[in-house]
């Protein structure tokens, strides 16, 4: 049986930065308000030029560098987002265009901040099976773009950003080694965009209700985070046969300083084992646990041979973590061949130039044939 290794990545972070100051001055809050209940000092915002999926695409293509793998070799695409760039097409779709992946099925998948992993362990079952042998799996997200303004209990949470990953088939043990998903749909109404969908279309009223605006209880999401946090980590150690303190690393979703350090407390470890970012970043939903991961890969923090497990929570309630051993790219007789990356830039650049050719010719015979009918 195929495993599923770890061995390219990327990130994608706008250069804006927002900090607990800039916020203060639109919303009554400061710095040490903030900082003090969440752990977070500024955050990441998008410019107008850049969305949802500029942002995925940019992070795939770097993990695919770093991979050494041409995107025409990557057989899937999957998008975790919370703040997609449409209710349809798929934002996956939009990244396969771009990157020039000609030959990869896309898909996106929403289980809010949970997505990354619930896409992980998809990636990785689809490699397993043998009918994959690599995968790209991305978190991004816009979700300056859904907060509103004037909330200072949410528009100081959240930013944007994207990270991705690479997953590559191997007959040598490693790379995911367990999974643990789950969901509580009693808690739905915890944490929430409503308007938008079926239910609340977007209307004159739903706008005016800011129905299309984060919603959040955020007393209960905390108690919901701090209950399950350490238990799905325990739930996912055990399952790869490892004990918690055999772990080199646990790396959380991102969302408030005060939910990682009660989950190391009822974990019994030290904060050290935790990757954690949150003070630069803030919430990005879907992308926080690969940017911190990225993150902590490049600065040497993260080695080959090294037992993780991400773990996360989010709206749906969804919660859930994937233990992982650390592969890195792949060396030696087990590294494709493929050309250089320079020429994987040019390809992508190329692939997007034949996409825009294809939309105008179907255009263009459209007017042809409107015109004879």
């Known amino acids: 049986m195929p495993y599923a290794h770890i061995t390219g990545w990327g ?49 795939a293509m770097k993990a695919l560098e770093v991979a050494n793998i041409n995107p025409a070799d990557v057989d899937l695409i999957i998008v975790s987002s919370s703040s997609p760039e449409h209710i349809f097409p798929a934002t996956a779709s939009l990244v396969q265009d ?23 362990d998809m990636a990785a079952q689809a490699i397993r099976s043998g009918s994959m042998q690599v995968a790209v799996v991305i978190g991004s997200e816009t ?11 949410t528009c100081i949470l959240f930013g944007d950003g994207a990270g991705a990953f690479v997953l590559q088939g191997s007959e040598q043990p490693g790379g995911v080694l367990s999974a643990t998903l789950r969901s509580d749909g009693s808690g739905a109404d915890l944490l929430t965009i409503l308007g938008g969908g079926s239910r609340y279309p977007a209307s004159p009223d739903t706008l005016e209700q800011g129905l299309h605006y984060v919603q959040m209880d955020g007393r209960a999401v905390f108690r919901f985070a701090t209950r399950v946090m350490a238990q799905a980590t325990r739930d996912a150690a055990e399952k790869a046969g490892l004990a918690v303190d055999e772990l080199d690393w646990v790396i959380p979703h991102q969302a408030n300083r005060r939910i990682i350090e009660t989950a190391a407390r009822n974990l019994k470890l030290p904060m050290e084992k935790f990757v954690v970012n949150v003070d630069k970043f803030g919430n990005t939903s879907t992308a926080s646990i690969p940017l911190a991961t990225v993150e902590a890969a490049e600065d040497g923090r993260i080695q080959p041979g090294d037992k993780i497990v991400f773990v996360g929570f989010g ?59």
């Open 143 to 153: 979700l300056s773009r859904f907060v509103n303004w004037e909330d200072r209990n």
């Open 11 to 59: 990130v994608s972070i706008p250069e804006k930065v927002l900090t607990n100051d800039d916020i203060a001055q639109m919303v009554e809050t400061n710095d040490e308000w903030i900082r003090s209940r969440t752990g977070i000092a500024e955050r990441r915002i998008v410019s107008p030029e850049q969305s949802t999926a500029t942002l995925a695409a940019d992070a």
């Open 98 to 120: 771009h990157i020039g992946a000609s030959k990869a099925g896309a898909f996106d998948i929403l289980a809010a901040c949970t997505g990354f992993i619930y896409a992980m």
């Open 315 to 373: 709206g749906g309630l969804t919660w859930g973590a994937l233990t992982a051993e650390w592969s890195g790219p792949f060396t030696g007789e087990r590294a494709r061949q493929v050309w250089p990356y320079r020429f994987v830039r040019l390809y992508s650049v190329y692939s997007r130039f034949r996409s825009k050719m294809l939309q105008w010719i179907r255009k263009v015979e459209s007017l042809i044939w409107g015109r004879h009918s």
